[in-house]
């Protein structure tokens, strides 16, 4: 497998996986019982950063490499809507996660996670789109 490949490969799981987040796993956020959400969320926070922490991780690698190696303006593309994908983390998805786990279920909370995610969502299809045609 090439690093193309393999950077492709790694956006497309982000891809998949963002993409039922967004649409499955943040809505149902909602569906879960009170007086559970606490502890069903902080099981949900420490699985989901199993999986999706080194796709995160390997996605820079690689398209780190793919930059240096060969310089190219849809890479540069890709590494900048990798790049708002990553501060939308931290800034905007992060802290919700947060006030979740310290607060327990919250619906304004659960909105503005899924309003927000569609950043990360729209970011993550742009790149692999933007990989697909580098």
Same mark, same amino acid.
């Given at each position: 497998?090439?690093?193309? *490949?393999?950077?492709?490969?790694? @956006?497309?799981?982000?891809?998949?996986?963002?993409?039922?987040?967004?649409?499955?796993?943040?809505?149902?956020?909602?569906?879960?019982?009170? *007086? @559970?959400?606490? @502890?069903?969320?902080?099981?949900? !926070?420490?699985?989901? !950063?199993?999986?999706?922490?080194?796709?995160?991780?390997?996605?820079?690698?690689?398209?780190?490499?793919?930059?240096?190696?060969?310089?190219?303006?849809?890479?540069?593309?890709? +590494?900048?809507?990798?790049?708002?994908?990553?501060?939308?983390?931290? +800034?905007?998805?992060?802290?919700?996660?947060? +006030?979740?786990?310290?607060?327990?279920?919250?619906?304004?909370?659960?909105?503005?996670?899924?309003?927000?995610?569609?950043?990360? !969502?729209?970011?993550? !299809?742009?790149?692999?789109?933007?990989?697909?045609? @580098?």
């Amino acid at each position: 497998m090439t690093v193309d *490949e393999a950077c492709r490969l790694v @956006s497309f799981g982000l891809v998949i996986l963002i993409w039922m987040v967004q649409r499955i796993v943040y809505p149902g956020f909602a569906a879960v019982v009170p *007086e @559970s959400f606490v @502890s069903w969320h902080s099981r949900y !926070t420490r699985a989901i !950063t199993w999986i999706v922490g080194p796709l995160m991780l390997a996605q820079v690698a690689l398209l780190g490499w793919l930059l240096f190696d060969r310089p190219n303006v849809r890479l540069g593309l890709a +590494a900048v809507a990798v790049g708002a994908a990553w501060v939308s983390t931290i +800034a905007l998805s992060v802290p919700a996660h947060d +006030a979740l786990q310290a607060g327990g279920r919250d619906a304004d909370v659960i909105r503005r996670l899924v309003a927000t995610n569609w950043i990360r !969502t729209i970011a993550w !299809t742009s790149a692999f789109l933007l990989l697909i045609g @580098s």
